[in-house]
């Protein structure tokens, strides 16, 4: 018998201001649970999310470039967001006969992302991104691990 439940988000709250500055502050929780018959065991995985972000908007920013020998003026909006992610996943054995609770596995997870989004034009998107994750695990077995994802993204819309 498997048990599962997602609220994503469970609390959420994004607004922009009047001078282009965006909040968001984000709470999801989840669980599973898998009751097994066969050795009376309940094993019940528990996570929590917490997110704050910050966004600014630097509307009508002007480059000029020099792309296929002349010069251009590029003119578009520059998003700026950077998020703080705090996530915390527990595994907990349970066995019903006994009163016996093993913590088996799980995590704490910190997560800074940062993404910078520049128009270069009606259809054509630039982005950057850093993501830095850094995790410290609840078994002792497991050694803490740090992640690092940075990049450009060019998107084009073929669309309107």
């Known amino acids: 018998v498997v048990l599962t439940d997602q609220f994503n988000p469970l609390m959420r709250v994004d607004f922009e201001m009047k001078n282009s500055m965006s909040v968001v502050a984000e709470v999801r929780a ?7 018959f066969d050795n009376n065991l309940l094993t019940e995985i528990n996570g929590k999310e ?12 002007k480059f000029v470039t020099n792309i296929g020998g002349e010069k251009q003026r590029l003119k578009g909006d520059l ?6 992610t ?5 595994t907990i054995i349970r066995n019903l006969d006994l009163d016996n609770n093993q913590i088996t596995s799980g995590q704490n997870l910190l997560s800074v992302k940062f993404t910078a989004d520049y128009a270069l034009s009606k259809s054509l998107n630039a ?3 850093y ?3 850094f995790s410290q695990f609840a078994v002792s077995t497991a050694f ?14 073929f669309g309107n």
């Open 86 to 90: 705090l996530r915390d996943n527990i």
């Open 131 to 133: 993501d830095h994750s």
């Open 30 to 36: 989840d669980r599973a649970l898998s009751l097994s």
């Open 79 to 84: 998003n700026l967001k950077a998020d703080v």
């Open 127 to 129: 982005l950057f991104f």
């Open 144 to 157: 803490p691990q740090t992640t690092i994802n940075t990049g450009f993204t060019l998107r084009y819309n």
């Open 50 to 61: 917490y997110t704050v972000g910050l966004g600014y908007r630097f509307k009508d920013v």
